[in-house]
């Protein structure tokens, strides 16, 4: 007991040295450091910088959205600074054609990342397992596309919905705890599906579990002719924000 209290005081002490240098930096900074740049300059600019390290960062939306995109491309951008990516693809989302659209050549980048793919929900759970033992201080940022797909068809298949939560529960918090440990982010996307009592918003799939484990949610919505991008939870920017963006063949733009 006394020893774990003495691991938490060394950490808040690390912590607010860290905050402490992070200030005296930005003093003489514009940009907002400490965040890790998404790669596109729609999500950057929403979250002032990038992801915050150390939490979860979640992307929901509908089918077709950007999901993926978005994934892809802070894969792309973490291998450009010399760090690996574990990405986990549970919907077979994960196109290499893609990739070679948004990088011309994406030899590097896939070099650069591992994959993993579950096609059930117990190998997502497995998938998580070696998650713990592929960390190493190069990987740079976790990336789950989609955390919920699997856990969903889980759902409609089997009766035991208490076990199922538990699981999803048990994957956040192994991402938290992960994420806390090595300061990294994570980046999770989920589906949703209609809400009936509210006509013009969405329910998360996942629901409380990903809301309350992350800490930055982003809904991506499909207008027409458009797409946006508004921000629905976030420790320290104002919520609400949203940028409106295109995908093209190079990424995903803002739109004038
Ligand atoms: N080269 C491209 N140029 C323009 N748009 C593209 C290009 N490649 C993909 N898209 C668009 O990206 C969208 C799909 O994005 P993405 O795969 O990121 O969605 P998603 O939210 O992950 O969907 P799902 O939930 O089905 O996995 C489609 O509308 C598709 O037309
Ligand atoms: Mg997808």
């Known amino acids: ?37 998404t790669g596109s300059e729609v999500l950057d600019k929403l979250l002032k910088g990038g992801f915050e390290k150390e939490t979860i960062s979640t ?26 990516v574990i ?3 549970s919907e077979g989302g994960f196109s290499i054609e893609r990739l070679k659209q948004i990088t011309g050549d994406c030899k590097e980048t896939l070099n650069g990342i591992i ?45 035991e919905i208490y076990n199922i939560n538990r699981e999803l529960g048990l994957q956040i918090s192994q991402l938290t705890e992960i994420c806390r440990k090595q300061k ?19 329910k998360i799939v996942g629901g409380d579990i990903l809301k309350y484990g992350s800490k930055c949610l982003i809904e991506l919505r499909k207008l027409r002719g458009s797409r946006v991008a508004i921000l629905k939870k976030h420790r320290s920017i104002k919520e609400g924000e949203e940028i409106k963006f295109r995908i093209e063949n190079e990424g995903v733009f803002e739109n004038d």
Do not use: H, W
């Open 115 to 159: 994959l993993l793919k579950p096609t059930r929900f117990d190998e997502q759970k497995r998938a998580f397992q070696k998650i713990k033992q592929l960390i190493t201080d190069d990987i740079g940022i976790i990336i789950v596309d989609t955390i919920s797909m699997l856990y969903r068809l889980e759902l409609g298949k089997n009766e």
């Open 184 to 202: 990294i982010p994570v980046l999770v996307t989920t589906q949703v599906y209609a809400n009936f009592e509210e006509k013009d918003q969405v």
């Open 59 to 84: 992307i929901y939306g509908p089918s077709g959205c950007g999901k993926t995109n978005f994934c892809l491309i802070s894969a792309v951008e973490m291998v450009k600074t010399g760090k690996k």
């Open 1 to 37: 007991m006394n020893e774990i209290k003495k691991d938490t005081e060394i950490n808040a002490q690390e912590s607010s040295e860290n905050i402490a240098s992070l200030d005296s930096k930005q003093k003489n900074c514009t940009s907002i450091s400490g965040r890790i740049p």
């Open 87 to 89: 990405f986990v693809d």
